[in-house]
């Protein structure tokens, strides 16, 4: 890849640096733990084929969300300074990895405990979707794919190996797939959130494509999109589903609640990425999701087709 981006200042996979750091401050706590956040993190737009899992696994990929969730409240909306706000974050994954468990402060790494200390999970995930936040704190644009997947690789890619390692289903194979279908799902989000990204000086469409289309900056700030970032949008969605496509396979390899969830999150994408398209990749003037009935016809073919691949070749 082009460029890489680099991890936070604990390093990804790496033991935690000593900081001098103050204690939490008491605004970024009563923020992190407020009604709203904790019911965002707790399961707003939980995909729906996740809410049919045993109540265990439920509780375990709940954790794993919330955990997502939060790290991007509080990197894209708390009102103060954000990267003060991630180091708080951090300093609640040192004590999570500290000693036998550690004692970690906020609820949704107290419940994240019992999924590291169940599954032996490595901090390396939680590092690496952190160190996407603080990467958005800085980085206001992406010169080419590659670049823009070197994002993904941080900012979506890493909650694929979480909800494997729940589901005892970590093989190299599995989790190189994983990580085509999580940038595809970062990618359709990417789309889906044009304008909104964009008033925030966020742009995560490759440069290289924008000149390539004719689209500029100004474009993603109109009211409507135009034809130049309709014809862009249209292409990286193309890409997002040869991304998503390749979930066909992981989905065939798995079994039980796993195959289930993970049928989920493949027909959520390419779903989405329907929608889009249905609406002739105009993206700015509401924010393009796939409805049930769109879902479900993705999600049914994809989940029998490997149910019988799976016993063709058994």
């Known amino acids: 890849m082009s460029s890489e981006p680099t991890v936070g200042r604990a390093g990804v996979g790496g033991r935690p640096v000593p900081t001098a750091a103050a204690a939490p401050t008491e605004p970024v706590e009563q923020y ?66 500290a000693g036998d468990g550690g004692s970690p402060r906020h609820p949704i790494f107290r419940r994240l405990a019992a999924v590291v200390r169940e599954f032996d999970i490595p901090r390396t995930p939680f590092d690496r979707l952190l160190a996407a ?92 999109a135009g034809e130049p970032l309709r014809k862009l949008v249209a292409f990286e969605a193309g890409r997002a589903r040869d991304l998503l496509e390749g979930g066909r396979e992981l989905v065939a390899s798995l079994r039980g609640h796993a195959r289930l969830a993970i049928t989920g999150f493949v027909a959520g994408g390419l779903a989405g990425l329907d929608a889009i398209e249905a609406a002739g990749c105009e993206v700015l003037s509401t924010t393009r999701q796939a409805g049930p009935l769109r879902l479900l016809r993705r999600f049914v073919p994809l989940y029998l087709g490997a149910v019988l691949r799976r016993r063709s070749l058994a």
Request: hydrophobic share 40%; glycine share 8%.
């Open 32 to 97: 992190a733990e407020s009604d709203s956040i904790m019911a965002r993190t707790g399961g707003e737009n939980f995909p729906v084929a996740l809410r049919v899992l045993p109540r265990r696994l439920r509780r375990h990929l709940e954790a794993i969300y919330g955990y997502a969730r939060l790290v991007d409240n509080l990197g894209d909306e708390y009102p103060g300074d954000r990267t003060a706000a991630l180091d708080w974050l951090e300093r609640q994954i040192d004590d999570l990895y």
């Open 133 to 224: 936040n603080r990467l958005d704190q800085t980085k206001g644009g992406y010169a080419d794919w590659e670049e823009l997947l070197g994002y993904c690789e941080l900012s979506a890619n890493p909650v694929g190996h979480l909800v494997l390692a729940v589901f005892e289903a970590s093989t190299p194979e599995r989790m190189a797939a994983s990580d085509a279908v999580c940038s595809g799902l970062q990618v359709l989000e990417h789309l889906q959130d044009v304008g909104e990204d964009a008033a925030a000086g966020r742009v995560y469409l490759p440069a290289v494509d924008m000149e390539r289309f004719g689209c500029t900056r100004a474009d993603l700030a109109a009211p409507v």
